[in-house]
Structure formats: structure tokens, C-alpha cells
């Protein structure tokens, strides 16, 4: 059964056919042996830090990932208990000349990262520090801890603060693709191994590339938000509703025209439609009103916000890790019901021509973007504050299922293709976040942030230690 979400978490392309030539990681090189080089006593690694290799439990941990298509491939694995011994792993690779990735999460799944071969994970997953400082009403976090990890703590607390729409992925590394309001600063440790505090008032030229473009620049060892006092005593109003595809048009065109214009506080909307309302149920049923009048099957409940993610009904099935998975994804400015339509019926003959991939889901982000678009557009690197939502195509299928794989990938593109002339850009425009990975850098980053990202890219990190995660040029154009 296609599966259609819009939701409406507060969140965060003009494609050029020229080429702009990206600088190279290290794992087109002959690399050294890992194995002496990390276990060396001259290392003097901190207690805490840990080195492991193919075959054991330990290096498994380290490189699991959420999807196992287009893998990056690793030789060896280091948890690093401090930050100097993170400093550490960064100057040995320049001097030695080999490839790492840092890991928070295990969710990147850009197709770029399968260029990263036979290198070291550099794992961060086990820094899982939290604190909540009601009196300053901020939440720092270190980069293992997930949406999930923040949930309750926060609520207990009497707070709340904008995520994503699914609980598993680090909440730092889905930062960094964003242009989020909430953030304070980060702590980070930079390519030259020394740590530095990245804020409005320290290190500026970088505060702005951190916000869009921060997987580039060094490995975030902490970051510190704003968080909100619960809204309606954390209460959030929640109703699914639920259409035969016969229906899917009728559906399609109440959203676009009741809801090109969202109210603020509307939040998640699931052919199943999942609609959340961060308020009291009589002010979310006025608001929902076209959407009642549906009449279609229905459920509602109130909900506590703590609980949201997890009540949709989605995100068990999501978070599960270790599966072939391939996404397809695009902003998009306007909501268009020929588009939507358009979309679902080439879904539908998916799931009859290929039934190995009924798992896949075509999920359509819809949401307020007052928030996002209030935020003057050259105070980040963040390009797209004008989107009102993202499509996402998320195709899985089972391993080993070549033909399913081969089709998915094709139909990606042409879905890509298809949704980009109804998106309300005159092109392709696309979340890092959520990029594929045969993007173009203008697709992602915007051709009018690239020259300034592009200088900072040269100044914090002229190595180019962080080259498989959309990379960006050290010059531009």
C-alpha cells in the first residue's frame, strides 16, 4: 500500500550545467596498514578511547549504518574517549594520508559516501551527553545522542523543541544540514586538532557555514539549543485519516488548496493522511475542517509530545537499520495536487511491477515555514528558506533483490525529474539532508552561498579531510 505523509515539523536550487571541479578525499591513494599505525603505543590514546577491527563485535558497532546501499567500507574503527584524541585521528590522517568518516547516528546515506573506501570510522556514537538548564532554557547534546534520547528528558522538564520527523538519526548531525534557529553554538574540533567554541560571537565567518553546510568544517563534539516551554501543557492534537486510492485526487486537491498557507501551529500531517496540531482540539478541528469534511475513515487522539514520533505509527518501521534503502528527494515551494497525483499513480505501478518493493513510501513534508522564512536569508548558509516541504521518495527492498534495486533507482530519477517541474522552482532544489547524492553542489548549497562557502571550506579545512559527505569545492565557480 503507498503510504503518503505530510508532516509539518518545523525544519529547515538553481542547477547549473557547468561542472565545478571537487577536490579529492584520500581514497583514490594507496593507504597505509591501519592496524600498527592505530595501535602503536606512541598513540598514548586516552583509557577510554577504543580501536577495533573487521571481525569483532566492537568494529561492527562502530560501522553499522541505517542503510546498506551504496556502503562506504572501513578497515578499521576508533571510539575516541576525549576530544584531544579526536585532534589526534585528524592529524594522523593528514600526515598518513587516509580516509575517515565520522559517525554519530549511522544515517547518512548519500550515495557519495560510497566513494569512501577501505578507510577508518571515527565514532562518536557513544558520546551521549545530555543537560538541560531550566533556568537558561537551553539543551546541549553530544553527537550520539539521537531524537529519541531527547524526547523524554525534555518534556520531564517542561520543554519542547522543533526535530525531525523520525526518532533514530543524531539530532547534531541532522543539525548541521540546517539553517535551525534553535541553535546556540557548537563545540568543535577543527582539521588543525585544536578545539574551538562556534557561536554568533566566536568564530563568526564559521557560525555562518555551520548552519547548512557544518558537515564540512571539522567533527561537532556538542552542541547547545534554545528550547521552548510546553505548548497547551504538552498536549498535541493528532488525527489520521485513512483513503482508497480512488480518492487520492480529491485528497490531494483539499491540500492544495486549503493548506498553501498552513497556520503556524500545524504541525505533522500520513493516503494515510497524519495530521498533528500543536494545540487544543477545538482550535485543530477548526483548522482541519477541509480535511474532516472529507469523511474518510478517521482516528484522533491527544497526545503528549514526548510521544508524537512515536505514535504515527511510522517510525519503528523506519528506524531499522541495516537495509537496502535508496532516496530520491526535493524541496518544494508550492503544493501542487497534479503533481501529488502524477506521483502516486507511478508508485502504484511500481508496486504492481515490482512487488519486492512495497515497502517503499512516497512521503510529502508539508509544513508552516513562517519560522524558517522570518530568518533573514544571508545570516546562514542555509539556501532554501522559501520551501514549504520536501518530497521524499523512500524506496527499500530486500538485499539481494538486483532487479527491485535497478528499478527503484530509475524510477527515483524520473520522480525527481517529474516532481521538480511542479515544486515551484524553476529547478532542481533539494535539502542537504535529504540529497540523493548525484546532486549537483548549486542543487544543494545554492549558487549564491557557494563563493562564501567555498572560502570557508579553503580556511578551516584545506586538506579537505571531509570529502564524501557533499562535499564543497575549495573554489567556486
Same mark, same amino acid.
Given at each position: 500500500m503507498a503510504r503518503f505523509r505530510l508532516s509539518s515539523l518545523l525544519a529547515f536550487l538553481c542547477v547549473l550545467e557547468n561542472a565545478v571541479a571537487l577536490p579529492q578525499g584520500y581514497s583514490h591513494e594507496p593507504k597505509p596498514d591501519l592496524k600498527p599505525l592505530l595501535t602503536d603505543p606512541v598513540r598514548k590514546w586516552s583509557l577510554n578511547t577504543t580501536v577495533s577491527f573487521p571481525s569483532s563485535p566492537a568494529f561492527d558497532t562502530s560501522t553499522e549504518r541505517w542503510t546498506i546501499a551504496d556502503p562506504?567500507?572501513?578497515?578499521?574503527?576508533?571510539?575516541?574517549?576525549t576530544e584531544e584524541d579526536i585532534g589526534k585521528v585528524m592529524n594522523l590522517a593528514k600526515a598518513k594520508r587516509?580516509?575517515?568518516?565520522?559517525?554519530? $547516528?549511522?544515517? /547518512?546515506?548519500? +550515495?557519495?559516501? *560510497?566513494?569512501?573506501?577501505?578507510?577508518?570510522?571515527?565514532?562518536?556514537?557513544?558520546?551521549?551527553?545530555?543537560?538541560?538548564?531550566?533556568k537558561a532554557q537551553t539543551l546541549t547534546v553530544g553527537p550520539g545522542i539521537t531524537f529519541a534520547e531527547i524526547f523524554d528528558p525534555l518534556f520531564n522538564a517542561g520543554f519542547y523543541i522543533q526535530t525531525g520527523s523520525c526518532s533514530c538519526p543524531?539530532?547534531?548531525?541532522?543539525?548541521?544540514?540546517?539553517?535551525?534557529?534553535?541553535?546556540?553554538?557548537?563545540?568543535?574540533v577543527g582539521t588543525d586538532g585544536k578545539v574551538i567554541t562556534v557561536s554568533?560571537?566566536?568564530?563568526?565567518?564559521?557560525?555562518? $557555514?555551520?548552519? /547548512?553546510?557544518? +558537515?564540512?568544517? *571539522?567533527?561537532?563534539t556538542s552542541a547547545t539549543y534554545t528550547v521552548h516551554p510546553l505548548v497547551n501543557r504538552g498536549d498535541v492534537f493528532v488525527a489520521d485519516f485513512y483513503l482508497p486510492p480512488a480518492r487520492s485526487r480529491e485528497y490531494f486537491d483539499m491540500v492544495e488548496a486549503n493548506y498553501s498557507n498552513m497556520p503556524a501551529n500545524l504541525a505533522q500531517a500520513q493516503l494515510v493522511g497524519n495530521w498533528v496540531y500543536y494545540g487544543t482540539e477545538k482550535k485543530a478541528r477548526k483548522v482541519l475542517s477541509p480535511v474532516f469534511n472529507l469523511n474518510a475513515t478517521s482516528s484522533t487522539r491527544i497526545v503528549q509530545w514526548n510521544e508524537l514520533i512515536s505514535s504515527g505509527g511510522f517510525d519503528e518501521f523506519i528506524c531499522q537499520p541495516n537495509q537496502?534503502?535508496?532516496?530520491?528527494s526535493l524541496n518544494q515551494k508550492i503544493?501542487?495536487?497534479?503533481?501529488?497525483?502524477?506521483?502516486?499513480?507511478?508508485?502504484?505501478?511500481?508496486?504492481?511491477?515490482?512487488?519486492?518493493?512495497?515497502?517503499?513510501?512516497?512521503?510529502?513534508?508539508?509544513?508552516?515555514?513562517?519560522?524558517?522564512?522570518a530568518v533573514p536569508d544571508d545570516s546562514t548558509a542555509f539556501p532554501w528558506r522559501d520551501f514549504k516541504g520536501f518530497i521524499q521518495v523512500n524506496f527499500a527492498w530486500m538485499a539481494g533483490d538486483e532487479a527491485t534495486a535497478?528499478?527503484?533507482?530509475?524510477?527515483?530519477?524520473?520522480?525527481?525529474?517529474?516532481?521538480?517541474?511542479?515544486?515551484?522552482?524553476?529547478?532542481?532544489a533539494v535539502f542537504v539532508n535529504y540529497a540523493h547524492g548525484d546532486e549537483s553542489i548549486e542543487n544543494i548549497y545554492g549558487k549564491r552561498k557557494l563563493p562564501r562557502l567555498?572560502?570557508?571550506?579553503?580556511?578551516?579545512?584545506?586538506?579537505?579531510?571531509?570529502?564524501?559527505?557533499?562535499?564543497l569545492p575549495m573554489h567556486y565557480p
Amino acid at each position: 500500500m503507498a503510504r503518503f505523509r505530510l508532516s509539518s515539523l518545523l525544519a529547515f536550487l538553481c542547477v547549473l550545467e557547468n561542472a565545478v571541479a571537487l577536490p579529492q578525499g584520500y581514497s583514490h591513494e594507496p593507504k597505509p596498514d591501519l592496524k600498527p599505525l592505530l595501535t602503536d603505543p606512541v598513540r598514548k590514546w586516552s583509557l577510554n578511547t577504543t580501536v577495533s577491527f573487521p571481525s569483532s563485535p566492537a568494529f561492527d558497532t562502530s560501522t553499522e549504518r541505517w542503510t546498506i546501499a551504496d556502503p562506504p567500507t572501513y578497515v578499521a574503527a576508533i571510539r575516541p574517549g576525549t576530544e584531544e584524541d579526536i585532534g589526534k585521528v585528524m592529524n594522523l590522517a593528514k600526515a598518513k594520508r587516509f580516509p575517515f568518516l565520522t559517525r554519530g $547516528g549511522g544515517h /547518512g546515506y548519500a +550515495a557519495s559516501l *560510497g566513494n569512501f573506501q577501505l578507510g577508518l570510522s571515527l565514532d562518536l556514537s557513544q558520546w551521549k551527553h545530555l543537560k538541560i538548564d531550566k533556568k537558561a532554557q537551553t539543551l546541549t547534546v553530544g553527537p550520539g545522542i539521537t531524537f529519541a534520547e531527547i524526547f523524554d528528558p525534555l518534556f520531564n522538564a517542561g520543554f519542547y523543541i522543533q526535530t525531525g520527523s523520525c526518532s533514530c538519526p543524531s539530532m547534531i548531525g541532522v543539525t548541521l544540514g540546517g539553517g535551525i534557529g534553535r541553535l546556540m553554538s557548537v563545540r568543535m574540533v577543527g582539521t588543525d586538532g585544536k578545539v574551538i567554541t562556534v557561536s554568533a560571537t566566536s568564530h563568526p565567518d564559521l557560525w555562518w $557555514g555551520v548552519r /547548512g553546510a557544518g +558537515a564540512n568544517f *571539522g567533527v561537532v563534539t556538542s552542541a547547545t539549543y534554545t528550547v521552548h516551554p510546553l505548548v497547551n501543557r504538552g498536549d498535541v492534537f493528532v488525527a489520521d485519516f485513512y483513503l482508497p486510492p480512488a480518492r487520492s485526487r480529491e485528497y490531494f486537491d483539499m491540500v492544495e488548496a486549503n493548506y498553501s498557507n498552513m497556520p503556524a501551529n500545524l504541525a505533522q500531517a500520513q493516503l494515510v493522511g497524519n495530521w498533528v496540531y500543536y494545540g487544543t482540539e477545538k482550535k485543530a478541528r477548526k483548522v482541519l475542517s477541509p480535511v474532516f469534511n472529507l469523511n474518510a475513515t478517521s482516528s484522533t487522539r491527544i497526545v503528549q509530545w514526548n510521544e508524537l514520533i512515536s505514535s504515527g505509527g511510522f517510525d519503528e518501521f523506519i528506524c531499522q537499520p541495516n537495509q537496502p534503502r535508496s532516496l530520491f528527494s526535493l524541496n518544494q515551494k508550492i503544493y501542487s495536487a497534479d503533481g501529488y497525483q502524477a506521483g502516486f499513480k507511478k508508485i502504484e505501478e511500481y508496486f504492481y511491477d515490482h512487488p519486492g518493493g512495497r515497502n517503499t513510501t512516497l512521503i510529502f513534508e508539508n509544513f508552516p515555514n513562517q519560522a524558517v522564512a522570518a530568518v533573514p536569508d544571508d545570516s546562514t548558509a542555509f539556501p532554501w528558506r522559501d520551501f514549504k516541504g520536501f518530497i521524499q521518495v523512500n524506496f527499500a527492498w530486500m538485499a539481494g533483490d538486483e532487479a527491485t534495486a535497478r528499478a527503484s533507482n530509475k524510477l527515483g530519477e524520473e520522480l525527481r525529474n517529474q516532481f521538480a517541474a511542479t515544486s515551484g522552482y524553476s529547478e532542481k532544489a533539494v535539502f542537504v539532508n535529504y540529497a540523493h547524492g548525484d546532486e549537483s553542489i548549486e542543487n544543494i548549497y545554492g549558487k549564491r552561498k557557494l563563493p562564501r562557502l567555498s572560502q570557508l571550506k579553503k580556511k578551516y579545512d584545506p586538506s579537505n579531510l571531509f570529502a564524501y559527505n557533499h562535499p564543497l569545492p575549495m573554489h567556486y565557480p
